[in-house]
């Protein structure tokens, strides 16, 4: 148990978890489509997100990291050797998969990646000077969810658009909409967590201007309007299946787990898996359907 323990705060800590949840969610898009992967395109995913996301420590990082009141802050910079490693690693896959892709995918993926800057980055003017789009009142949740949209959906559907594969569009809407809809209800239990820390440097977040409870009330409401999208969208029924039995997950671990130990800081990762999972159960909920038929 101490070892599964461990295990778990290693991949939250090191960004590994959120750099697979990325390529999974990519991977799934191809799941959707009835179409081979594009480990490329996988592959450039995950390993751009995880940079993305260890570039957001570096530049967040204290003066005195041992001080932090953040066991992960601590341990990251007590372990820096780890997080340049990784980021040097996902540095090597993104420079091997590039010649690998298409001249308009790395363009499109160079303007997701420069969307995602713009998150810390201050190019917004906002009471007198210039702030991230984190900074903007409500923004954060919609710009996160937004940025894994572009690139778990239309990334991987540009991709097989230009191999040729004729792309309904109106299915690619009605996914884009409901991925944004699921990203916001794994983002949002982060902003309810975090309500203090936010007050503190003054960001004004979905939660900090509902409330907690309500903020709690919005993703239940959330979870079930995606789950009737599932039910009444054109997607395969085995889809479906995989679909439903992750939300049903996620209503459980969200009301016995997550927002019953709001105080514990690191149980809010697990929605972060939950994007693994339900990769995982759409896959072989396919598998599955396609054996027995």
């Given at each position: 148990?101490?070892?599964?323990?461990?295990?778990?705060?290693?991949?939250?800590?090191?960004?590994?978890?959120?750099?697979?949840?990325?390529?999974?969610?990519?991977?799934?898009?191809?799941?959707?489509?009835?179409?081979?992967?594009?480990?490329?395109?996988?592959?450039?995913?995950?390993?751009?997100?995880?940079?993305?996301?260890?570039?957001s420590?570096?530049?967040?990082?204290?003066?005195?990291?041992?001080?932090?009141?953040?066991?992960?802050?601590?341990?990251?910079?007590?372990?820096?050797?780890?997080?340049?490693?990784?980021?040097?690693?996902?540095?090597?896959?993104?420079?091997?998969?590039?010649?690998?892709?298409?001249?308009?995918?790395?363009?499109?993926?160079?303007?997701?990646?420069?969307?995602?800057m713009?998150?810390?980055?201050?190019?917004?003017?906002?009471?007198?000077k210039?702030?991230?789009?984190?900074?903007?009142?409500g923004?954060?949740?919609f710009?996160?969810?937004?940025?894994?949209?572009?690139?778990?959906?239309?990334?991987?559907?540009?991709?097989?658009?230009?191999?040729?594969?004729?792309?309904d569009?109106?299915?690619?809407?009605?996914?884009f909409?409901?991925?944004?809809?699921?990203?916001?209800?794994?983002?949002?239990?982060?902003?309810i967590?975090?309500?203090?820390?936010?007050?503190?440097?003054?960001?004004?977040?979905?939660?900090?201007?509902?409330?907690?409870?309500?903020?709690?009330?919005?993703?239940?409401?959330?979870?079930?309007?995606?789950s009737?999208?599932i039910v009444?969208?054109?997607?395969?029924?085995?889809?479906?299946?995989?679909?439903?039995?992750?939300?049903?997950?996620?209503?459980?671990?969200?009301?016995?787990?997550?927002?019953?130990n709001?105080?514990?800081?690191?149980?809010?990762?697990?929605?972060?898996?939950?994007?693994?999972?339900?990769?995982?159960?759409?896959?072989?909920?396919?598998?599955?359907?396609?054996?027995?038929?």
């Amino acid at each position: 148990m101490n070892f599964l323990k461990q295990g778990y705060y290693f991949f939250i800590y090191t960004n590994l978890l959120i750099g697979g949840a990325a390529a999974a969610q990519c991977a799934l898009t191809y799941i959707f489509f009835e179409s081979a992967f594009n480990y490329s395109i996988i592959a450039i995913e995950g390993a751009a997100t995880l940079l993305l996301y260890n570039f957001s420590l570096v530049l967040s990082k204290p003066k005195d990291p041992k001080a932090s009141i953040y066991r992960r802050t601590r341990w990251v910079f007590q372990n820096e050797w780890i997080l340049w490693l990784n980021s040097a690693l996902a540095g090597a896959v993104l420079l091997y998969t590039v010649y690998h892709l298409h001249i308009y995918n790395l363009l499109f993926l160079t303007a997701i990646g420069g969307l995602s800057m713009a998150y810390s980055f201050p190019i917004f003017p906002y009471r007198g000077k210039m702030v991230g789009l984190r900074q903007l009142p409500g923004m954060k949740i919609f710009h996160i969810a937004l940025v894994w949209t572009l690139s778990s959906v239309c990334l991987p559907a540009f991709q097989l658009h230009l191999d040729g594969l004729e792309i309904d569009h109106h299915r690619l809407l009605f996914l884009f909409l409901l991925k944004f809809v699921f990203l916001i209800i794994c983002t949002l239990p982060f902003d309810i967590r975090d309500i203090q820390q936010d007050s503190y440097y003054h960001l004004k977040t979905i939660p900090s201007m509902l409330g907690a409870e309500k903020a709690i009330n919005l993703c239940y409401l959330l979870l079930g309007l995606h789950s009737l999208g599932i039910v009444i969208a054109d997607f395969q029924f085995p889809v479906k299946i995989g679909i439903l039995l992750t939300n049903i997950l996620i209503g459980i671990v969200l009301k016995r787990v997550v927002f019953r130990n709001r105080d514990r800081y690191h149980y809010a990762y697990l929605l972060d898996f939950a994007l693994i999972v339900q990769f995982i159960f759409v896959a072989c909920s396919v598998a599955i359907w396609s054996y027995w038929l």
